[in-house]
């Protein structure tokens, strides 16, 4: 077995892993070392051919071995009362119950456990990506632009309070389920928006981020089949995800939607996302707010070009996110359709009202979507200005060179 | 695993309240204790006179140095406590979400440090 095999074996593998060794040891400290020490003993071994059958046990149980020579030295350094009891607990649980659907049930344990809504959206998002997508403490925080000392405290501070504040390893149940797992899906869904445009920095996008939010949602997907917020959420992302190679020149440039060159969309990754859509669709119940958004990308998707794209169905389907799921950010992107379908001037009109009533105090896309108007309407001068507020207001290089672009053609 | 359920809210508002409407806050303080006392999570648990009661107290140099009033000056004031018993965090919410303060108020959380 070739080293980039076994490095995609241990990419698929780890997460699933080390989920296992947190029940069995019960501290993610400890699982992480333990997985530390089965990888690196599997780099060793496996490169001359005795590759195990299944992998992932194998981890599991080269891992759990090596938890327990770990608590063995601590009780020889320490003589702890509680490292032995530890142990006794370690060696009840027996070796065959690692099987794959102990494994699933352990990586939903650990992407909830991940998600608990006892940690603010910022760490969930932390410890999901450097735990269930195994992203290094340093990946994570070039993935939130902060510096690698600061991220590995942040990271150590959630795993205390897991341990501490006795946050469960378990999937919810019941009345608990639901809003948890949108708790979930929002996660995924930050780590995909932060990936498709980047908050600050020199790239528009972060594709390793983009990769690692289908992952997961495909997981997810697996692990509770049958939902349609899930395959909602997972369409949406494909289909967004589709058009990455036509969204930026290679020097680095936004490209609109209405210039981009459709054949570079990834067409294989567009049908997936169509069928989701969907099956996502045909899941009984009121329509989810992920499924509505997926349909919307699956007309753009469809699309020959940005003229003859079904604005009027488009400008429908964010009236009906509006009556499900209402927020500004929607009624934004509702006054953009509307703008193809009854023109700019009536876009402006819903736009102003939306500010009259403060909703988007400080989303930076406001003035954005506002310039775009303001020049179809030929009115120069307000257009040249909303472009400046909103370069001001992004953090983001390609978007302010865009902005810049745009004025520029305006004559400013 | 034990925790504080610790009770904030506006002393201010409280003293608004109308008779009747206090009356009603005893009784469901009296139900919610009553059943948490039934399941067994009960371990204790007390309200507090208002802040205007408070005197904070702090030793320096040897010197011990008292101040009027609560340690700091908050939107929302500790009001009360439970301590109960429960098996891990969720359980623990669950609890504090049912405290009649939540609705008005605010409940920190806080599991007891363990020695060991």
Known sequence: ?412 | MQYLLLIYRNEAELGKMGAAERQQMMTDYGAFTQSIVQSGHFKAGDGLQPTTTATTVRVRDGKMLTTDGPFAETREQLGGYYLVEAKDLDTALGIAARIPGARTGSIEVRPVMIYD
């Open chain 1, 1 to 412: 077995m070739t080293p980039v095999e076994i490095e995609k074996i241990f990419r698929d593998e780890a997460g699933r892993a080390l989920a296992t060794l947190i029940r069995l040891v019960g501290d993610f400290d400890l699982a992480e070392d333990a997985l530390q020490d089965a990888v690196a003993a599997a780099l060793q071994r496996w490169p001359d051919g005795c590759v195990p059958s299944n992998p992932r046990a194998w981890l599991v149980n080269v891992g759990r071995n090596r938890a327990i020579d770990r608590v063995r030295r601590q009780i020889a350094f320490r003589g702890k009362q509680e490292a032995l009891a530890h142990e006794l607990l370690l060696n009840a649980s027996g070796q065959d119950e690692v099987t794959d659907v102990a494994l699933d049930d352990d990586m939903l344990r650990l992407i909830f456990t991940c998600c608990h809504p006892s940690f603010s959206a910022e760490v969930q998002v932390a410890l999901t990506l450097r735990t269930v997508c195994g992203l290094t403490s340093a990946q994570v925080a070039r993935a939130f632009l902060v510096g690698e000392e600061a991220m590995a405290q942040r990271l150590l501070r959630a795993k205390q309070k897991i341990r501490l504040a006795g946050i469960p390893y378990e999937v919810p149940e019941r009345d608990a389920l639901e809003p948890r797992l949108r708790g979930v899906l929002a996660v995924i869904y930050l780590v995909f928006t932060e990936g498709y445009v980047a908050t600050s920095g020199e790239d528009l996008m972060r594709p390793d981020l983009a990769r690692e939010a289908i992952r997961l949602a495909r997981l997810i997907d697996a692990l509770m089949p049958g939902r349609g917020e899930v395959k909602g959420l997972l369409a949406l992302m494909l289909l967004h995800d589709a058009r990455r190679a036509g969204r930026q020149t290679a020097g680095g440039d936004i490209v609109l939607l209405e210039e981009q060159d459709r054949t570079l969309w990834d067409h294989v990754q567009i049908t997936e996302g169509l069928k989701l859509v969907e099956d996502a669709l045909r899941v009984p119940g009121r329509p989810q707010s992920y499924a509505v958004q997926a349909a919307i990308a699956a007309l753009h998707a469809q699309a020959p070009n940005y003229r003859d794209t079904d604005w009027p169905q488009i400008a429908g389907l964010y009236e009906v996110l509006l009556r499900i799921s209402p927020s500004p950010v929607v009624e934004l992107n509702h006054a953009a359709a509307v703008s193809m379908v009854d023109g700019p001037a009536r876009a402006l009109d819903l736009i102003d009202a939306l500010e009259a009533r403060g909703g988007l105090g400080g989303y930076e896309l406001l003035p954005a979507v506002r310039a775009d108007l303001l020049r179809r309407l030929g009115r120069l001068d307000a257009a040249r200005e909303a472009y400046r507020s909103a370069s001001a207001a992004t953090q983001l290089a390609p978007l302010r060179r865009f902005y810049a672009r745009r004025t520029a053609e305006l004559g400013g």
